[in-house]
């Protein structure tokens, strides 16, 4: 899932709720691993073949230790206090692995921009970003899905992927440093800095043409007051991806609002 | 410009609906002529068809200067432009010149007040009725229904009929007795006053024969079976009060077949009741006809007779027709040649054709293909605009100069900005406010696409205009045009123009105009030094007070005026082959656009609540968000409510609420197409961006709530899997599943199994714990629901909720299973402690967010009462046992009192005495199993102090005092046998006495039974010492 592409594949099984089930069991102390099977299965039979990659997962995630036959939780409580605690502690590992599968995967479908529209399945979708240098098929999708959703890339309907980084750009901006709250920045900063912190969107631009998920993602963001995207004159104007009906389709300046917008 | 002239103009002088009461010169200058008329010779429409214009019609067929007889019927649907036609061609035989160098008599019968009344009133006035004896009976008619009382005029009709019935001699349809019970139900004072209401069938024959001119008439008159559908009660209160002949008749009423019968027969005496109440007989206006023809016969003259409207004549119709069609020459060779130009509508033609058919030379029909091209929209738009913009004097002059088309006078109103016009006669002329399109527009909403209805919207959109222009605010036009549904042809655009800040009857001007006037949609351009938003120029918007931005085609929403795109899109040209799939699609939009615009039911919604549904079981990331998959498959049905849906619902109980409003009507155009489309690919990409973004914020907006909605019940806690869990393990308890000695884990596998196996532990036969075990066992289709709960609530689920798939693996929240078990187990499995943290307001009316909860209060209120009574019996059998063993129960006592029963049983046994009711076996069982005995009630006696009602539960559940009653009860059964062979051996020995031996041996049995008791006793006594 999270490792090293392409040895390592994605798959639809070991679930963000999963792994939180599984963080959750192993909260409650260091357990055997098959008393850990019987506890996340409650049931005496085998484990099923979800269950151990599930666990493969988690281990990928570097969240628990196996020694002696004895597993351990490898991550502080709050860390996975909620999903939102968990969906940002996941964000700061997987995108920092630029060789992993998943984050292949989801930069090779930011990139694809207005052309994902045209995947209305996800084998569709699979064929879209296969090229020389990666081939996934349809299970790799179904996994990259939920993983891509719950860690704000966009909105799964139906089987098609709706991109927008709304929830993934709300995250960095809550973590980072790197944005003064209620300073105006010029796009070019703005851009650096997000793409510095969102890496996986950063072939979805081309030039000063931000990619289609990003800009919903903004648009979203700055309709919820997040933050402000503004149009100043003679300053140096980027473009967001090109929506007809929308007020917003390109800015000079963002401005990164504080706490009473969504941002902690 | 004179606004205060224009509005007299429009309502005074120029636009009249009904266009023959209008000026003559007003009618010329507003005439536009017919292109497209269809003409067939003979009187069959199926005979060759020509296609003529008006002109042609008249130079063919009203201009006869070889005197050819003709009779020609004008057909076409009310509002057609029938009367249009005939009235032009009248004026222009008159104002020719021609009538007179022919030396034709022209009469023209006006559809005055479209009654009978109307064109007799006519023809007396143009003097053509020469009879003095008919003419005094005609004029009395018209002065009778000038001066009489509508209610007097009705009353004659209505007994006219009577007497029509009653003198009736005709025996086929009716016989007298029938007849006379007919006419005796016409006479019924509650019949006759249904009959003469408003919508009866008397008033309709009122109506055609004589309502005061003024009040145009439509329809054509004549009974119908529904009026004699009566109402239950009219028909009881006849059965009671009425004669008996009415009372007779009027049951059969109740069968259709009679009504319609009723009704043709009725039916055959029409047009004799007029006539007599018209006071004509049968001839007068055949004799009416003929005379004018033989007199003008005699001056040398002929007749052209332009009819606007046949109907008129309708009780006299057949001997009208009968004398216009009669040919001159010959045998009539007294009659002068008649031109007949007769205007009937396409439902009275079909009735009695079959009469005309070889008496009628021409028919010309006037359809939508002679008025229904956008060129004859807009020059009739234009004349009209022209003759309301302009001074009265002006056409007046140029009437009485002879109204040559070609000297058409136009008015000097010019717009205040460049508009569209149209060429007339050489001359420009406005279409301002109008835009082609909107003329076509309009045209296209008419439910009736006729002249006059298109005539009806102009006024109505002009006087908007103009009284605008007088006091300005608030500015009206363009007027509404009601119910009808406005389709942009982006319909983004609509909610860009939504979303502008206009108030609400501004945006629906704007929407008006977008939509009917524009182009469908709001891109803004600039060419020739103008910008048009739309399609219409900014500063036109800016007269009417609508101040929008518009959308630039290559740069979003304008917020300045300039603009590089300098061409308005055309609209795409409509699919030339549409599927059913497409068609349903375009009454699935249009059901939409109904919905928001005009605040109707959404028709359909439930195919929008389960788009919606799909987006949200999707889109969301339910299991992530912490909602179990089951309680969204469970919820989502019931918690989406539309503004205006068609299924029950509320919006109190809705955690989705889609109001009328812009951005819900976004959402809903955006999964419409996506459901469509399947798929965002066969959009325009910018189109589908948008909505994808729509959707985007409106999940990301309610994610928040709606996640908390569905884990609660009304704002409050709604711990469902603590009451589905406690409800299981008392379930799993009295159903003797239970040892009480498994550890957490196990109890929670227990809890989770599949397990459903037959209850043990049932045997009892009363008592608390059968009662309750009872109740569940009533309750399984609950508890079935509540384990299904506890399952699913806690296990992932690798799927999109609802959308199948997903497997069925076994992969649990254990941690919070545990978690929840703690509790459970920390608060001694109280229920009602569970249940006490959720405020009774809180509690759903779904069945599923229930299931647990009641199960829950049933147990609750019980469960202890289930302990307590398994206590009570457990301190019974213990005192029990006490009583005849001794305070200590223990191995000892049970292998002591199980020895001496089983000798004392041996000793009868020995000595031949006969017993029953025991058997040695059980008392050998004491002493077999005195150690088990002893250790039960050492256990019965721990758990009476025990406090885990999950351990006492587990240990009742096999009825371990059961047992312990079996012991008591053996142990009792050989002291009652002691007792009984104690007094069997005293009875015996008194009456053995005088016998030796016999009484030495009673006398020992006697000894040792007595020995034996004193054993028992003494063991008693011992232990309690």
């Known amino acids: 899932m999270f490792e090293r592409y392409p040895d390592n594949k994605l798959k639809p099984e070991p679930t963000p709720e999963r792994v939180m089930a599984m963080l959750r069991t192993l909260a409650g102390g260091p357990v055997a691993r098959p008393q850990l099977a019987k506890m996340m299965t409650l049931s005496a039979e085998s484990p099923s073949s979800a269950y151990n990659i599930l666990f493969d997962a988690v281990r990928e995630l570097g969240f628990l230790h196996e020694m002696d036959g004895v597993v351990t939780l490898c991550l502080e409580p709050a860390k996975f206090a909620d999903y939102a605690s968990l969906r940002r502690t996941v964000s700061g590992i997987v995108f920092n692995r630029p060789e992993s599968s998943f984050y292949q995967m989801s930069q090779e479908v930011l990139a694809l921009n207005e052309e994902i529209l045209a995947a209305d399945n996800w084998e569709h979708l699979a064929n879209l970003i296969s090229n020389e240098k990666f081939t996934f098929n349809e299970e790799n999708v179904l996994g990259w899905r939920w993983w891509a959703s719950f860690l704000g890339l966009g909105y799964l309907h139906a089987t098609t992927f709706i991109p927008n980084l709304a929830v993934r750009i709300r995250d960095v901006l809550h973590t980072a440093d790197s944005y003064p709250r209620g300073t105006e920045l010029p796009a070019a900063v703005f851009v650096d800095k997000l793409e510095a912190l969102c890496p996986e969107s950063r072939a979805s631009r081309h030039e000063r043409i931000l990619g289609l998920g990003v800009s919903n993602g903004l648009r979203l963001l700055a309709q919820q007051g997040v933050l402000e995207i503004k149009n100043e004159l003679d300053a140096e104007r980027w473009s967001l991806h090109y929506i007809e009906v929308h007020r917003i389709n390109s800015f000079t300046h963002v401005v990164v609002r504080g706490d009473d917008h969504g941002l902690a | 410009m004179d606004w205060h002239r224009a509005l007299r103009r429009l309502e005074s002088d120029v636009i009249k609906i009904d266009v023959m009461a209008s000026d003559e010169a007003e009618f010329l200058a507003t005439h536009v002529p017919f292109s497209n008329l269809a003409v067939h010779k003979g009187g069959r429409t199926d005979a060759p068809l020509?296609?003529?214009?008006?002109?042609?019609?008249?130079?063919?067929?009203?201009?006869?200067?070889?005197?050819?007889?003709?009779?020609?019927?004008?057909?076409?649907?009310?509002?057609?432009?029938?009367?249009?036609?005939?009235?032009?061609?009248?004026?222009?035989?008159?104002?020719?010149?021609?009538?007179?160098?022919?030396?034709?008599?022209?009469?023209?019968?006006?559809?005055?007040?479209?009654?009978?009344?109307?064109?007799?009133?006519q023809l007396l006035d143009e003097g053509v009725i020469k009879n003095t004896d008919l003419e005094a009976r005609l004029r009395a008619f018209v002065e009778s229904a000038d001066s009489q009382d509508e209610g007097l005029f009705m009353s004659t009709i209505h007994s006219n009929f009577i007497d029509q019935v009653r003198n009736d001699q005709e025996k086929d349809t009716y016989t007298a007795p029938q007849r006379r019970d007919i006419a005796a139900l016409l006479s019924d004072s509650r019949v006759r006053e249904q009959l003469m209401c408003e919508q009866g069938p008397i008033t309709r024959f009122y109506a055609q024969i004589a309502r005061a001119a003024g009040k145009v008439?439509?329809?054509?008159?004549?009974?119908?079976?529904?009026?004699?559908?009566?109402?239950?009660?009219?028909?009881?209160?006849?059965?009671?009060?009425?004669?008996?002949?009415?009372?007779?008749?009027?049951?059969?009423?109740?069968?259709?077949?009679?009504?319609?019968?009723?009704?043709?027969?009725?039916?055959?005496?029409?047009?004799?009741?007029?006539?007599?109440?018209?006071?004509?007989?049968?001839?007068?206006?055949?004799?009416?006809?003929?005379?004018?023809?033989?007199?003008?016969?005699?001056?040398?003259?002929?007749?052209?007779?332009?009819?606007?409207?046949?109907?008129?004549?309708?009780?006299?119709?057949?001997?009208?027709?009968?004398?216009?069609?009669?040919?001159?020459?010959?045998?009539?060779?007294?009659?002068?040649?008649?031109?007949?130009?007769?205007?009937?509508?396409?439902?009275?033609?079909?009735?009695?054709?079959?009469?005309?058919?070889?008496?009628?030379?021409?028919?010309?029909?006037?359809?939508?293909?002679?008025?229904?091209?956008?060129?004859?929209?807009?020059?009739?738009?234009?004349?009209?605009?022209?003759?309301?913009?302009?001074?009265?004097?002006?056409?007046?002059?140029?009437?009485?100069?002879?109204?040559?088309?070609?000297?058409?006078?136009?008015?000097?109103?010019?717009?205040?900005?460049?508009?569209?016009?149209?060429?007339?006669?050489?001359?420009?002329?406005?279409?301002?406010?109008?835009?082609?399109?909107?003329?076509?527009?309009?045209?296209?909403?008419?439910?009736?696409?006729?002249?006059?209805?298109?005539?009806?919207?102009?006024?109505?959109?002009?006087?908007?205009?103009?009284?605008?222009?007088?006091?300005?605010?608030?500015?009206?036009?363009?007027?509404?045009?009601?119910?009808?549904?406005?389709?942009?042809?982006?319909?983004?655009?609509?909610?860009?123009?939504?979303?502008?800040?206009?108030?609400?009857?501004?945006?629906?001007?704007?929407?008006?105009?977008?939509?009917?006037?524009?182009?469908?949609?709001?891109?803004?351009?600039?060419?020739?030094?103008?910008?048009?938003?739309?399609?219409?120029?900014?500063?036109?918007?800016?007269?009417?007070?609508?101040?929008?931005?518009?959308?630039?085609?290559?740069?979003?929403?304008?917020?300045?005026?300039?603009?590089?795109?300098?061409?308005?899109?055309?609209?795409?040209?409509?699919?030339?082959?549409?599927?059913?799939?497409?068609?349903?699609?375009?009454?699935?939009?249009?059901a939409l656009e109904k919905w928001y615009q005009q605040s109707q039911h959404l028709e359909g919604s439930q195919d929008f609540r389960l788009m919606i549904r799909h987006f949200l079981a999707s889109a969301i990331n339910w299991q992530a968000e912490g909602v179990p998959a089951y309680i969204f498959r469970k919820r989502m049905d019931s918690i989406i409510f539309i503004q205006g849906q068609q299924q029950e619902g509320s919006p109190e109980r809705a955690m989705v609420v889609i109001e009328r409003a812009p951005q819900y009507l976004d959402i809903l155009r955006g999964l419409l197409?996506?459901?469509?489309?399947?798929?965002?690919?066969?959009?325009?990409?910018?189109?589908?961006?948008?909505?994808?973004?729509?959707?985007?914020?409106?999940?990301?907006?309610?994610?928040?709530?709606?996640?908390?909605?569905?884990?609660?019940?009304?704002?409050?806690?709604?711990?469902?899997?603590?009451?589905?869990?406690?409800?299981?393990?008392?379930?799993?308890?009295?159903?003797?599943?239970?040892?009480?000695?498994?550890?957490?884990?196990?109890?929670?596998?227990?809890?989770?199994?599949?397990?459903?196996?037959?209850?043990?532990?049932?045997?009892?036969?009363?008592?608390?714990?059968?009662?309750?075990?009872?109740?569940?066992?009533?309750?399984?289709?609950?508890?079935a629901d509540n384990k299904e709960l506890l399952q699913d609530i806690k296990r992932t689920y690798m799927g999109v909720p609802g959308a199948g798939g997903g497997g069925n693996v076994r992969l649990f929240h254990t941690g919070e299973l545990l978690r929840v078990f703690a509790e459970l187990e920390s608060k001694n499995w109280s229920l009602e402690d569970a249940l006490s943290q959720t405020a009774s307001s809180a509690i759903s009316a779904s069945k599923t967010m229930t299931v647990s909860y009641e199960l829950a209060k049933d147990i609750a209120t019980r469960i202890d009462e289930v302990i307590s009574d398994e206590h009570a019996q457990a301190k019974k059998v213990l005192a029990d046992l006490r009583r005849v063993l001794g305070d200590r129960l223990d191995k000892e006592t049970f292998d002591r009192a199980g020895l001496i029963m089983a000798d004392f049983l041996s000793m009868l046994h020995a000595n031949q005495v006969a017993y029953k009711g025991v058997k040695q076996a059980d008392a050998a069982r004491l002493s077999e199993e005195c150690d088990r005995f002893a250790q039960l009630c050492s256990v019965v006696e721990t758990m009476l102090n025990e406090t885990s009602r999950r351990k006492i539960l587990a240990f009742y559940s096999t009825d371990p005092c059961n047992l312990l009653r079996e012991v008591f009860d053996i142990i009792q059964r050989v002291a009652k046998l002691a007792t009984e062979q104690h007094e069997l051996a005293q009875s015996r020995l008194a009456a053995l006495q005088p016998q030796g031996d016999a009484l030495i041996d009673a006398k020992t049995v006697q000894e040792r039974i007595s020995y034996l008791e004193e054993r028992i006793e003494s063991m008693g006594r011992g232990r309690q010492t």
């Open chain 2, 50 to 121: 020509e296609s003529w214009g008006e002109e042609q019609v008249y130079r063919g067929l009203v201009e006869n200067e070889d005197n050819q007889h003709r009779l020609v019927m004008v057909l076409g649907s009310n509002g057609a432009g029938k009367s249009h036609l005939i009235r032009w061609l009248r004026a222009r035989f008159v104002s020719s010149g021609a009538a007179e160098r022919q030396g034709d008599r022209v009469l023209f019968v006006r559809r005055l007040g479209n009654t009978f009344r109307g064109a007799i009133s």
């Open chain 2, 217 to 590: 008439v439509t329809g054509e008159a004549g009974f119908t079976p529904e009026d004699f559908l009566f109402e239950r009660s009219l028909i009881r209160e006849v059965q009671t009060n009425g004669s008996k002949e009415a009372a007779r008749y009027i049951a059969n009423l109740r069968d259709e077949e009679e009504r319609e019968q009723l009704t043709q027969y009725l039916n055959t005496f029409v047009s004799a009741v007029l006539n007599r109440c018209a006071n004509i007989v049968q001839g007068d206006t055949r004799e009416v006809f003929a005379e004018l023809r033989r007199e003008l016969k005699k001056e040398g003259k002929n007749l052209t007779i332009f009819i606007e409207d046949f109907t008129s004549f309708r009780n006299v119709d057949s001997e009208l027709i009968t004398v216009l069609a009669t040919e001159h020459g010959g045998t009539n060779a007294d009659l002068c040649r008649v031109t007949a130009i007769v205007g009937i509508t396409d439902g009275y033609f079909a009735q009695f054709r079959d009469n005309f058919l070889d008496r009628v030379t021409h028919i010309i029909t006037v359809n939508e293909a002679a008025y229904g091209e956008g060129a004859f929209l807009k020059e009739f738009a234009s004349r009209y605009l022209n003759a309301i913009y302009s001074s009265q004097d002006l056409f007046k002059v140029w009437h009485r100069r002879g109204a040559d088309p070609n000297h058409l006078p136009v008015g000097d109103f010019t717009p205040p900005i460049p508009w569209q016009g149209v060429l007339v006669a050489g001359k420009h002329m406005t279409l301002y406010p109008f835009t082609e399109k909107s003329l076509l527009s309009l045209y296209g909403l008419l439910s009736r696409k006729t002249p006059r209805e298109m005539l009806r919207i102009l006024r109505d959109q002009m006087s908007a205009f103009i009284n605008d222009q007088m006091d300005g605010v608030p500015i009206r036009f363009p007027a509404t045009v009601s119910g009808v549904t406005l389709n942009w042809r982006i319909p983004e655009h609509g909610t860009h123009l939504d979303r502008a800040g206009l108030d609400n009857k501004t945006r629906e001007r704007a929407r008006t105009l977008f939509c009917l006037w524009g182009t469908g949609d709001m891109y803004e351009t600039a060419g020739s030094g103008a910008t048009h938003i739309g399609g219409l120029p900014a500063s036109f918007l800016r007269l009417l007070d609508i101040t929008v931005g518009g959308i630039s085609q290559s740069g979003g929403i304008v917020t300045t005026k300039t603009s590089t795109n300098n061409t308005s899109p055309e609209p795409k040209p409509a699919t030339q082959v549409i599927s059913p799939e497409q068609r349903a699609h375009e009454r699935r939009k249009k």
């Open chain 2, 673 to 783: 197409e996506y459901d469509f489309r399947k798929g965002w690919g066969k959009w325009e990409s910018s189109s589908a961006s948008y909505y994808q973004l729509v959707l985007a914020e409106w999940i990301e907006g309610m994610k928040s709530m709606l996640v908390k909605s569905m884990l609660t019940s009304k704002g409050q806690e709604w711990p469902m899997a603590r009451w589905a869990m406690g409800v299981e393990l008392y379930r799993l308890a009295l159903f003797g599943k239970l040892d009480g000695k498994e550890s957490h884990l196990q109890v929670l596998e227990l809890l989770l199994s599949d397990e459903n196996d037959k209850p043990s532990g049932l045997e009892r036969t009363s008592g608390r714990w059968v009662e309750l075990a009872q109740l569940l066992l009533r309750k399984h289709t609950d508890l």
